[in-house]
Structures are given as C-alpha cells and as structure tokens.
C-alpha cells in the first residue's frame, strides 16, 4: 500500500469525512496524487465518495480492515528511528572519530576534497 493511501486512512480513521480539497491543502499533495489514492481505496472496497465527488469516508469494511491492520497502518519504519542507525553507528561506549574511519581512509577522502 502506498503512503498516501495509508495517511489518508490514518486521517479517516480519525475523522467520518474528509473534505479532498481541504486535505489537498492541508498535505499539499498532488491532485493527482490524492486521485489515484482514492481511487485505488475505493477499488479495495475501504472508502466510499459522496454523491457531489467532493468527500469521502470509510466503508464498515475499511474500518473493520484497519482495526485488523492497525499495527502496519499506524505504525511505520519513520516511528522508530532506532532501527535505521548503522551498527558502526552504535556504541556500547565511547566513540572517536577513528572508530568511524580508519585513518588512511580519511587522508584519502581529504586529498580527493582538495581534487
């Protein structure tokens, strides 16, 4: 599932009807963008449109579908920034610079800086 179509579920989720041009203005996401999201959600069966194009809301079944799904939905890699720290990164102690590069790497970098 794209990230568009889950932030608007998140926000669905939350609210009966969202306005698509509010939210539009509010995301600054393309029109086309937010189209596409729609249209794919309402092909799943998770949002319906209103009669006048302009709002859209859940469906029983795509909120049934997000209270099973809550935990991928609502909860993403950006959530938890531990997990994208590089082992080198890490430390059980204290970090030097060295510990980062060996020296004869960094004089190889500061010679191609001054190329």
Same mark, same amino acid.
């Given at each position: 599932?794209?990230?568009? #179509?889950? #932030?608007?579920?998140?926000? *669905?989720?939350? #609210?009966?009807?969202?306005?698509?041009?509010?939210?539009?203005?509010?995301?600054? +996401?393309?029109?086309?963008?937010?189209?596409?999201?729609? =249209?794919? +959600?309402?092909?799943?069966? @998770? *949002? #319906? =449109?209103?009669?006048?194009?302009?709002?859209?809301? *859940?469906?029983?079944?795509?909120?049934?579908?997000?209270?099973?799904?809550?935990?991928? +939905? @609502?909860?993403?890699?950006?959530?938890?920034?531990?997990?994208?720290?590089?082992?080198?990164?890490? %430390?059980?102690?204290?970090? %030097? @610079?060295?510990? =980062?590069?060996?020296? %004869?790497? =960094?004089?190889?970098?500061?010679?191609?800086?001054?190329?």
């Amino acid at each position: 599932m794209e990230i568009i #179509q889950k #932030q608007l579920l998140r926000v *669905l989720y939350e #609210q009966e009807t969202v306005n698509i041009y509010a939210w539009h203005k509010e995301t600054c +996401l393309s029109p086309i963008s937010i189209a596409n999201a729609v =249209l794919a +959600l309402r092909k799943k069966g @998770f *949002l #319906q =449109l209103s009669d006048n194009y302009e709002n859209v809301s *859940l469906t029983d079944y795509g909120r049934k579908w997000i209270d099973i799904n809550s935990k991928d +939905l @609502f909860t993403t890699e950006s959530d938890k920034p531990w997990k994208n720290v590089p082992d080198e990164m890490v %430390s059980t102690g204290d970090v %030097s @610079f060295q510990t =980062l590069f060996e020296i %004869s790497d =960094l004089e190889n970098l500061l010679d191609n800086i001054d190329k």
